[in-house]
């Protein structure tokens, strides 16, 4: 019992610890690094409850795709992040009273909390020792939450479609791809057949 707790503890306390670096390093490179070892440490907790679907799903998604994309993305940017910093202290009052209440919410949470055990629908439908936390969450999403699910996939469709469509800039002088034109051309107007005669070339 004592090994798992102190698995527990370590990968909690790397996970706190790297989550407030995230919004404390200076440089953004270094931020999303720091996520990424925020991500496997919250992997690893997931493997210690026994759900390694979730800690892989979480690895391969979320440190695999999105921080990886994060990371090319911070990179690739020509950001000039001095000019970014001008205007931190015009908003620091603002930010320190969100700060506050934030931690206030949290204080009061925590001081309010007390442990409960499963609630009374899992103990009247207790998981199957059989069925793998896989396999289970799939009936869940595919079934009983399949609506939820579905719905939760067109926000994200839209949310999609939104950034696409606030980005999407007509700049002069840029050749765009334009599918209405690609379509309505013809044959004729783009080969020309041309007899040649033998031994004298176009």
């Known amino acids: 019992m ?31 690094l720091f996520l990424i070892l925020a991500f496997f440490n919250a992997a690893g907790l ?9 800690a892989m799903i979480l ?3 979320y440190v695999g795709a999105v921080a990886v994309l994060f990371l090319f ?30 931690l206030a919410e949290l204080g009061l949470s925590i001081y309010y909390w007390t ?11 207790p998981t199957p020792e059989s069925v793998g936390n896989a396999q289970a969450l799939g009936d869940l999403i595919y079934t009983q939450y399949a609506y939820v699910f579905e ?13 696409i469509v606030l980005t999407l800039r007509n700049r002069k002088g840029v ?3 334009v599918i209405a034109d690609q379509l309505a051309r013809r044959r004729e107007d783009v080969v020309a057949v041309v007899k040649v005669p033998t031994g004298e070339g176009v």
């Open 2 to 32: 004592i090994l798992p707790a102190l698995v527990f503890y370590l990968f909690a306390a790397v996970l706190v610890l790297s989550g407030m670096l995230v919004i404390t390093a200076r440089n953004p490179v270094h931020s999303v």
């Open 46 to 54: 997931f493997v210690l409850i026994g759900a390694e679907f979730v």
């Open 59 to 61: 690895v391969i998604v």
């Open 73 to 102: 993305v911070v990179m690739m940017l020509d950001i000039n992040f001095h000019e970014l910093r001008k205007g931190f202290m015009r908003y620091l009052p603002a930010g320190l009273v969100v700060g506050a209440a934030l």
């Open 115 to 125: 442990p409960s055990g499963p609630s009374d629908s899992v103990r009247a439908a």
């Open 151 to 163: 719905a939760s996939g067109l926000v994200l469709l839209v949310a999609m479609i939104g950034a």
């Open 175 to 177: 050749r765009r791809q």
